[in-house]
Structures are given as structure tokens and as C-alpha cells.
């Protein structure tokens, strides 16, 4: 526009609020996940898991299917008697989902952040009202939204139906099944969404980044396991991210016999994190030197 002519005027309209803003991410980026016809058929698939786990919650309740196989009703619900509680969960809602929301982050975590970082693009976003943290949190969203779907969300929905079901004695007997679902899953998330925003960041391409995170959790639990062996000590398993989770995981739900105590876990995932933290904010930059 020449100068001379003096018609440009400044935007006069109503400002974006800046919590609002960081709902631009997700706004695209969905559109670019839920393209592939193969994620969403392996979300479909994750979702008819939980829907299997519902329905053999309601097998000992419906008499009909007693009456089918010809199956006295009080000897199937004496043989689900007491099945249904925090190790059942455990093992078949917990450890399934989670082993399915690492694959969603492997699939989606580095689409999220790679495509940015090879084309420069940051320069863009923190040119405009955005800062470090809300590129972050928007990003996170995405992969937040996904992998709820397919853990705390019907896991909460699984212990409100068999509440249903048993009544309130279950629950009230219960509660630290809902309660670890819950923090469980989130504490899995955060997780997964630090290390493959970190990993995305630093590697530029898809590939290598997907591969980067299998070997990040994979090969530090195979590197754990051979250091235990050698030493002849459990110590070795704090570097193994995903066996520290699992700790954190017994304690919430009160099973099992945890490898290390749950601090060390608990020092061990902090730690974790915060290294991921600091990659993030050491690479997400509105500039970048090349030398």
C-alpha cells in the first residue's frame, strides 16, 4: 500500500481473550490428525476394549444370559463375587489403556510439533500474542483430548457402571479404583505429552522422532533391567520412565509389591519431566541459530 494514499487504519475490533488463543492448536491440528482413516479406526478399536470390559461387568447381572447357557444365576454370581475390585481394574483397564495411549503419542505426538520446527514456523507464532507456554499448552491439548478418550474417561464411565450395578457399598468399598483411574491417567499423560513435545522439538523429522520414543521407553526399560542384573540390585529401574509409572500405578490402587519405594518413583517422574521441560523451552524460541 503506497503511503501517500493514507487509508490503512489499525484493527479496531474485538480482541481475541488471551486464554481464548490457545484454542487456535487444537483447532487445526485435530483437523489434521482426524484426517488418517487409520488413527481413527485404531481410536475405534481402543474404545470397542472398553466397551468389551463393560460388557462382562454386566454378564454375572443379566440373568437372561445365564438362562441361555443354562447356568444357575447364583452360581455365576458367586464366581464373579469379589472379582470386580482394584486388582481386576488394574490389569484389565489400566495397563492396556496405557500401553494404547503410548501408541497414540507415537502416531500423534511428533505430527504435533516436527512440521513447525522443520519450516521455521515458530518465528510466526510468537510474532503474535503468544508465548512459550501457551504454544505448549495448545499443542498439549491435542494429545490430551486423544489419549482422555481412551483412559480416564471410560475408565471412570467403567466404575460408575459397576456402581450401577453393585450399588454404593462397592464404591464406597472401592474408591481408590475410581480415584487411581483418575490420577493415574492424568499423571500418564502429562508424561507422555512432555517427552514427545521434547523429542518433536529436537527432531525435525517424523520419523526419527516416532523411533526416538520407542527407544526412549523401550530401550531404557531393557538398559534398566540388565543394570539390575548386573549389580544385583532394583535401583537400576529409575531410569526406566515406564517402571516408575507403574509404581506410582500400585500405590493408587494399593496392589502389588513395588520395585523401588514410591518416592524415589515420584523424584524419578519429576525429574523426568522437568528435563523435558527444559528441552522445550531451550528449542522453542521465536529464532534459532544456525551456525
Known amino acids: 500500500m503506497a503511503v501517500y494514499e493514507r487509508s490503512y487504519r489499525g484493527y479496531s475490533g474485538e480482541l481475541t481473550k488471551p486464554r481464548a488463543r490457545v484454542m487456535i492448536f487444537p483447532r ?3 483437523e489434521d490428525v482426524l484426517r488418517s482413516k487409520f488413527f481413527l479406526t485404531f481410536l475405534v478399536l481402543c474404545l470397542v476394549w472398553s466397551f468389551g470390559l463393560a460388557c462382562i461387568l454386566y454378564v454375572p447381572h443379566n440373568l437372561g444370559f445365564a438362562k441361555a447357557f443354562r447356568i444357575d444365576p447364583e452360581q455365576l454370581t458367586a464366581f464373579f463375587a469379589g472379582v470386580f475390585d482394584a486388582d481386576w481394574f488394574f490389569n484389565w483397564f489400566m495397563v492396556p489403556t496405557g500401553a494404547m495411549a503410548l501408541l497414540i503419542t507415537i502416531i500423534v505426538g511428533p505430527v504435533l510439533v516436527t512440521s513447525d520446527m522443520r519450516n521455521n514456523g515458530l518465528a510466526l ?26 483412559t480416564w474417561m471410560p475408565g471412570l464411565l467403567l466404575f460408575l457402571f459397576q456402581t450401577y450395578l453393585e450399588g454404593l457399598s462397592w464404591a464406597r468399598a472401592n474408591w481408590r479404583v475410581g480415584f487411581g483411574i483418575f490420577v493415574g491417567a492424568w499423571i500418564w499423560m502429562v508424561v507422555l505429552c512432555l517427552i514427545s513435545l521434547a ?19 523401550f530401550v531404557a526399560a531393557a538398559l534398566a533391567n540388565t543394570v539390575n542384573w548386573i549389580f544385583e540390585t532394583h535401583w537400576g ?6 517402571g516408575m509409572i507403574r509404581v506410582i500405578w500400585d500405590e493408587l490402587f494399593g496392589i502389588g509389591e513395588a520395585s523401588v519405594p514410591l518416592w524415589a518413583a515420584v523424584i524419578a517422574t519429576l525429574g523426568f519431566c522437568a528435563m523435558c ?15
Open 237 to 242: 529401574s529409575v531410569i526406566d520412565i515406564g
Open 125 to 150: 507464532y510468537f510474532a503474535r500474542p503468544l508465548t512459550r507456554t501457551d504454544y505448549t499448552l495448545g499443542k498439549s491439548l491435542v494429545l490430551v483430548s486423544l489419549l482422555s478418550v481412551v
Open 28 to 30: 487445526y491440528a485435530f
Open 199 to 217: 523429542l518433536s522439538a529436537h527432531v525435525k523429522w517424523r520419523p526419527v522422532a516416532r523411533i526416538s520414543l520407542i527407544v526412549v521407553f
Open 277 to 291: 521441560v527444559g528441552l522445550l523451552a531451550r528449542k522453542l524460541r521465536p529464532y534459532e541459530v544456525v551456525r
